[in-house]
């Protein structure tokens, strides 16, 4: 368990506030842009922040982000890119980093190597969509040794027994996929998740934040009426796509801002 | 003696440590649902019977065993028959495990299959499957090998299939896989993943598997007709590992038979230049499950090649993974070269053409025959034909064959 996470967690559900998250695929649009993007990101009032870990056949994403993940690969993004990104933005900001990796490359690496690294360099948890519930013994005997939560998805269509097994296993919040299929989805129309919100009002024990292809001011506006928050990819980085390199600090600030408050 | 070998994948999908289902949880329910309907059908009478009549009557099997006397002769060793999975309706054998699927998806009420596609052969035999059974069929294809395999392409247009070219990342049969993933994703309920190989997640490397297992099962009750005996050696060529595993299958317990899988070297076995996922690769995870395969030391997986389209994957079939690590099938290579003669040779002294894939096979007997007594016997599966391949063969290698 990470104290600092639990920590951003409470306060806001203390005072009934809804948690944002962005994803950033590390290594993206330039190699060397991430840690500015998060420091920014923290400024403009961002809770917490998924790092991405570019993998060359990411299944549970869509186009925006499979593009994304290719580009920071031909940068030359190497997985120890990630510490030194974590090291660099550690020197001034305390925002919550979980680091989202398909199993392989943390797999490679060596999964105790990996999750000492992430704690050493000050990441606070890990979500991983290829892994699936049953095999999260590959990762549990090391969360508490090295203060990392991990974070299980979970998605509309799973039976019942299903959603009370992530949520025993949870230990901050559920990561809830707003429908089936891959990140970005457009139109993707959030009324249809209505009975499922409902529904994880009344069952789960633990926060939830929704996410995939989540992109406007209203989407946000919706879903903060039925979960606890929410977790913003595709958009971001899309929207990043035509950002020159000198531009970065004051695009990220407005996209955010564009998010958070109604449109004029 | 009880079977090891049969109650294998554990209901988790476990070949040893290999295979699982690494899947992003959205499909988690529907694989269930595919295992569930699957394990119903596998002792339903009716399922087995309308299967077994599609075997005959429409695929054509069983295929018969050919000695190839001649061939046997040249290599002046041991005596190599042929399983010929290339007389099969389409072609090859992925019509075996294309039947199976599409009538369990037709079962399951199931309006669409989809598939990714490399050379071709099992887009071309699943689109066979569903033009028969009447469901609506999308086929992911890498833009590089629709132009590689055009009368593939032309083919399954043909049969009403929809070809999805495929223009991400290497834009070959590893992305094919990915856009076939991501198609199913966006729609499990009303599609089916018809996966073309031993590979993905559980149950597919079981369920392929054991539609591909009519292959071992004739060829065991042929051979002992034939020869009064087992065969000595059982090779077959591996890409994904389902015409392998389909002969294998049926023999695992019998530890007199010695097996070989046959993996492309391809040009040479520096990076990038072969696809010897179990010779060369360490175990990762990719695709849904975990298996040898081909990465770099970041965990991504490599670039492949070999001369046979239907060969280059980076990664393998969960058993074999395991049958490796147990040693009760022995993983070696061949590469385009002798592949290629292997090619001609066959289709000049047996009339047969080979398809490239099964050409590797061949190639491999060819080099062990001389090495072993004239009692000895080696059983191929000659896993498909070479129509597919002349054009490309042709003008490449042609001129070193006197064409
Ligand atoms: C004739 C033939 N043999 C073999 C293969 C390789 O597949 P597998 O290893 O699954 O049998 C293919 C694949 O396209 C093929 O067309």
């Known amino acids: ?264 | 003696m009880s079977s090891s070998f049969s109650r294998l994948p554990d209901t988790q999908g476990y070949f040893g440590e290999y295979g699982g289902r690494y899947v992003p949880p959205q499909l988690e329910k529907v694989l269930q649902e595919i295992t569930e309907a699957y394990e119903k059908i596998r002792n339903d009478e009716s399922f087995q019977k309308e299967l077994d009549y599609l075997y005959k009557q429409y695929a054509g099997r069983p295929s018969p065993i050919f000695h190839a006397k001649t061939l046997s002769e040249r290599c002046g060793g041991a005596q190599i028959y042929l399983k010929r999975e290339d007389l099969n309706h389409t072609g090859a054998h992925k019509i075996n495990h294309c039947l199976g699927e599409v009538l369990l998806a037709k079962r399951m009420g199931k309006k669409k299959v989809i598939a990714e596609t490399g050379a071709g052969q099992h887009g071309v035999a699943l689109a066979t499957a569903a033009a028969l059974l009447n469901m609506e069929c999308d086929i992911y294809m890498g833009d590089i090998d629709m132009e590689k395999e055009h009368p593939n392409v032309t083919r399954m247009r043909i049969l009403g299939a929809k070809v999805i070219p495929v223009v991400r990342g290497t834009r070959t049969l590893k992305d094919a896989v990915d856009a076939a993933f991501e198609a199913y994703l966006a729609d499990p309920e009303t599609i089916f993943y018809a996966i073309g190989s031993v590979v993905g997640p559980h149950p597919f490397p079981m369920m392929v598997r054991d539609f591909q297992s009519i292959v071992g099962k004739e060829a065991r009750e042929q051979f002992q007709e034939m020869t009064g005996k087992l065969p000595d050696y059982l090779i077959a060529c591996v890409g994904g590992g389902s015409n392998a595993m389909g002969l294998f299958n049926a023999f695992l317990e019998d530890k007199e038979v010695r097996m070989y899988g046959v993996e492309p070297s391809g040009l040479s076995l520096n990076e990038g230049e072969h696809a010897a996922s179990l010779t060369l690769g360490k175990p990762g995870v990719m695709h849904g499950f975990k298996s040898y395969m081909l990465q770099d030391e970041e965990g991504n997986p490599l670039r492949v090649y070999s001369v046979a389209s239907g060969l280059d994957y980076p990664s393998v079939g969960p058993q074999h993974s395991f049958l490796k690590d147990i040693k009760r099938v022995e993983y070696v290579t061949v590469n385009d070269q002798e592949a290629i003669d292997a090619f001609f040779e066959l289709s000049r002294v047996e009339g047969i053409i080979p398809a490239l894939e099964s050409a590797h096979a061949v190639a491999y007997a060819m080099k062990v025959a001389p090495t072993l007594p004239k009692t000895t016997t080696l059983l191929i599966n000659l896993s498909g034909r070479g129509d597919k391949d002349i054009e490309f063969v042709v003008n490449k290698y042609g001129k070193n064959y006197g064409l």
């Open chain 1, 1 to 264: 368990m990470n104290k600092t996470l639990h920590e951003v967690i409470a306060r806001k559900k203390a005072v009934g506030d809804f948690l944002l998250s962005l994803y950033i695929t590390a290594g993206y649009p330039h190699l060397k842009d991430t840690p500015q993007i998060i420091l920014e990101l923290d400024k403009a009032g961002v809770d917490f922040i998924e790092l991405g870990i570019p993998f060359s056949d990411p299944l549970a994403d869509g186009p925006v982000i499979q593009k994304a993940s290719q580009i920071a690969l031909n940068n030359g993004f190497r997985i120890s890119h990630t510490f030194e990104i974590l090291k660099e933005v550690r020197q001034q900001s305390s925002i919550p980093i979980l680091l989202m990796s398909y199993l392989n490359p943390i797999y490679h690496y060596g999964i105790e190597t990996f999750l000492n690294q992430a704690h050493i360099w000050g990441a606070n948890g890990l979500i991983i969509p290829d892994l699936p519930l049953e095999e999260r013994g590959l990762f549990t005997p090391f969360l508490d040794k090295y203060a990392l939560d991990l974070i299980y998805l979970l998605p509309p269509n799973a039976p019942d027994e299903r959603l009370h097994a992530i949520d025993d296993a949870s230990t901050s919040f559920v990561y809830v996929v707003a429908y089936a299929g891959v990140t970005g989805r457009e139109n993707s129309d959030p009324i249809h998740i209505l009975p499922f919100l409902q529904t994880l009002k009344k069952s789960l024990t633990h926060p939830f934040l929704v996410g995939f292809g989540i992109h406007s001011h209203q989407d946000i506006a919706f879903y903060s009426r039925y979960a606890d928050g929410v977790i913003i990819g595709s958009a971001f980085i899309k929207y990043l796509e035509k950002v020159t390199e000198k531009n970065i600090p004051k695009k990220t600030r407005e996209f955010v801002h564009a998010l958070t408050s109604p449109p004029a």
